[in-house]
């Protein structure tokens, strides 16, 4: 998996752009469109196909982002698309048609499959998970059952029977500890910005956030200190961090921003474009776009701006 990755080349940026997916062009999207209600038809099930999202006879909705945006960064482009959305769709109608596993797992068994997972307040219906907890503007810490074939995000309903919310999401973080560090990597450059990037197939990687401090005495062999750190979250299979000790955040809060706007773009599991400032589990954003929702800047508060110029203070040569 790749820290910035560039989509296959297909139609050219001149050719016409589709309104709900803007990195198909016209073309594609009605081809990869096409290719869904095909999937669902050979799996006997007749759907209505609009700009994001399908729909059954009975109801159901079906999103299209997150396919759409497999579908794009695959690199070897259109000709495998029909068997990407196959196997998706299959699988979509195996969880809903087979018995929740809330229903045929024992409790602890659920348990021990639980994770949080931090997810943009996009992606979730507030009055379904009222339990959520907010991890900073726009983004939420939710529970989620991992099962072999997909992950169930549950819900105030789900979570009734299962006991004290607080204590489940205790042992949610505890099996989050558990898990392995995939893949790690340095992104540096030769004026010596540099940042860590835990990265791997999990869907619980970027959501490692919330136990930073541990996960970076993990990867770097020292914990935080009192200043924190830069983090970003552009998706799922991604976490970046800088831990804060001296100037070098200045290069490295830059170079950051870009990561997670590029990492964001068009991928599926996307959590947010933006990067923070992680102090004692608080976050804090410090990059937006501007009011257009273009040009990307970096924004501070008073208590970044003093600690800025309290490192600044302490070693001004290094700027």
Excluded: K
């Excluded at 095909?38 to 299209?64: C, I, M, N, P």
């Excluded at 990407?84 to 195996?94: F, K, P, S, T």
């Excluded at 921003?257 to 991928?267: L, P």
Aim: proline content about 7%.
């Amino acid at each position: 998996m790749g820290l910035f990755r560039r989509g296959p080349r297909r139609d050219g940026e001149d050719a016409p752009r589709d309104p709900e997916f803007s990195y198909f062009s016209v073309r594609e999207a009605a081809l990869f469109r096409s290719r869904v209600r095909e999937s669902f038809a050979e799996l006997g099930l007749e759907v209505t196909v609009y700009a994001d999202v399908v729909t059954d006879d009975g109801g159901r909705r079906f999103g299209l982002g997150n396919l759409a945006a497999v579908c794009h960064n695959d690199r070897r482009g259109p000709r495998v698309w029909p068997e990407l959305i196959r196997r998706h769709v299959g699988l979509v109608l195996r969880t809903m048609e087979e018995p929740s596993a809330l229903d045929t797992l024992p409790p602890e068994q659920i348990r021990a499959q639980l994770y949080p997972r931090v997810v943009s307040g996009d992606g979730i219906d507030p009055t379904a998970f009222g339990y959520a907890r907010t991890v900073a503007p726009g983004l939420y810490e939710i529970l989620a059952l991992d099962l072999p074939e997909s992950v169930m995000m549950l819900t105030d309903e789900a979570l009734e029977p299962l006991g004290d919310v607080r204590r489940l999401r205790e042992r949610a973080l505890a099996n989050l500890r558990a898990l392995p560090v995939e893949g790690h990597e340095t992104v540096r450059d030769a004026d010596g910005m540099c940042f860590e990037v835990i990265l791997g197939d999990s869907f619980y990687t970027a959501s490692r956030v919330l136990d930073l401090d541990a996960v970076v005495r993990r990867v770097t062999g020292e914990p935080l200190g009192e200043y924190g750190a830069l983090v970003a979250m552009p998706f799922r299979h991604q976490l970046a961090f800088h831990p804060i000790r001296d100037t070098t955040i200045v290069p490295a809060l830059g170079a950051m921003a870009s990561f997670a706007a590029s990492g964001y773009e068009d991928t599926p599991g996307a959590i947010s474009p933006y990067v923070f400032w992680w102090r004692h589990g608080r976050l804090t954003q410090l990059s937006e776009h501007d009011e257009d929702g273009g040009e990307l800047r970096i924004v501070v508060g008073e208590d970044f701006q003093e600690l800025l110029e309290r490192l600044i203070t302490q070693d001004p040569e290094q700027l």
